[in-house]
């Protein structure tokens, strides 16, 4: 292509972007941008996949059928998350089984969060309020990214996400209602969950390779500081209504920023969270390369199923192509 071609494209590209409209999958856009939403949305997706195991662990154990059928479904929520993620990554150009071969490979990441255990049933509700929480302060400017079929997921995300704050919110407040064991479980899981739930936003702005350039093209519309304010902001008064404290001396509020200061993360955990040391790392990876390899026979069935509808579809338009066009055996027809 003609060095004035992709001038023109890039000012086109750039023209969307600045007025706020979509870049759609057939649209032009810069491979860096494709590459750093690839990361972005990879991730993202991972996430809500490893996300699943925290609470899965605690279906078959949650104290009443009602407690059980919400959990069974905000834990089938985020299996759906993760697929429509892996289609949206997918309309750039990227395969989900390559996605998934590069997530078991530790060859990409997932959340920081999903690798600290949930030890009690108030962790349940304290995910629900806090991890759900920040997941939403994140994610609703994403409902507005640049590109369109992440943007679009993400409205359907937000949506069950904020009902996954609400029950666990719900749960919490049924439990500091109870007897004095439960409060107290309802603390002790709010000091273990607080301060890695402020890192789910990523590291301090001056630490964050990705936020300018993500800013720029629209990806993310706030950066990480700005938004994990706003979580905080948030959080503070509904812990008083919970009657809970928030494990930081450093909480106050600051009238002449009308928001909470509050105490530095400890970033050499988050480091080394990152860098696979954190409590659950390892587990979390085993038992997703075992779901993996447990599943290879449906992968085989579904493919097997769709070569055979295709090959019937051929004969019947007399073609026999869709029949050969899935033959891998068929140099030509792979083209
Ligand atoms: N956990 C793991 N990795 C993290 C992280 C975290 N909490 N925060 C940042 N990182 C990684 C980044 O991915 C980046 O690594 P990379 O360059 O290898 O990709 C590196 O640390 C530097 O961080 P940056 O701030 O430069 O990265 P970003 O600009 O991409 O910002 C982000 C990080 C805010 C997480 C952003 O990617 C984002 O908003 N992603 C979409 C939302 C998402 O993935 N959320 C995960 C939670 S999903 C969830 O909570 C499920 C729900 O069911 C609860």
């Known amino acids: 292509m003609h060095a004035q071609d992709t001038t023109a494209?890039?000012?086109?590209?750039?023209?969307?972007?600045?007025?706020?409209?979509?870049?759609?999958?057939?649209?032009?856009?810069?491979?860096?941008?494709?590459?750093?939403?690839?990361?972005?949305?990879?991730?993202?997706a991972h996430s809500e996949i490893i996300g699943m195991q925290p609470e899965g662990n605690w279906i078959l154990r949650?104290?009443?059928?009602?407690?059980?059928?919400?959990?069974?479904a905000k834990v089938q929520d985020e299996a759906g998350h993760g697929l429509y993620l892996y289609a949206a990554a997918e309309t750039l150009g990227v395969d989900r089984e390559e996605l998934t071969e590069k997530l078991i490979g530790s060859r990409q990441k997932y959340s920081s969060i999903f690798n600290y255990p949930a030890l009690s049933f108030a962790d349940i509700g304290v995910i629900g309020w806090l991890v759900d929480g920040a997941a939403i302060c994140n994610q609703v400017p994403l409902c507005r990214c640049s590109y369109g079929p992440y943007a679009r997921a993400m409205i359907r995300i937000c949506k069950e996400e904020s009902f996954h704050q609400r029950q666990g919110y719900e749960l919490l407040l049924s439990m500091v209602k109870g007897t004095d064991a439960q409060r107290l479980m309802v603390q002790e899981s709010v000091d273990r969950w607080w301060w890695p739930s402020l890192m789910m936003f990523g590291p301090p702005d001056g630490d964050s390779p990705n936020t300018l350039q993500s800013m720029e093209w629209g990806i993310k519309r706030h950066t990480n500081d700005e938004l994990r304010q706003r979580f905080v902001d948030m959080a503070v008064p509904q812990a008083e209504v919970l009657g809970v404290t928030l494990p930081d001396p450093d909480l106050r509020w600051n009238p002449e920023r009308g928001s909470y200061d509050y105490g530095e993360p400890d970033w050499a955990e988050f480091k080394a969270v990152l860098k696979g040391s954190g409590p659950c790392n390892s587990e979390r990876l085993a038992r997703r390369r075992r779901a993996h390899e447990n599943g290879a026979w449906v992968r085989e069935a579904a493919m097997a199923y769709a070569a055979k509808q295709a090959g019937r579809a051929g004969q019947a338009d007399g073609t026999g192509q869709a029949d050969r066009a899935l033959d891998p055996a068929n140099e030509e027809a792979t083209v």
């Not at 949650?62 to 069974?72: E, H, T």
């Open 62 to 72: 949650a104290p009443s059928l009602r407690r059980k059928a919400i959990l069974l």
């Open 9 to 44: 494209l890039e000012a086109g590209f750039q023209a969307t972007v600045a007025a706020d409209q979509r870049i759609e999958p057939r649209d032009w856009m810069p491979d860096a941008y494709r590459a750093s939403l690839i990361r972005q949305i990879a991730q993202h």
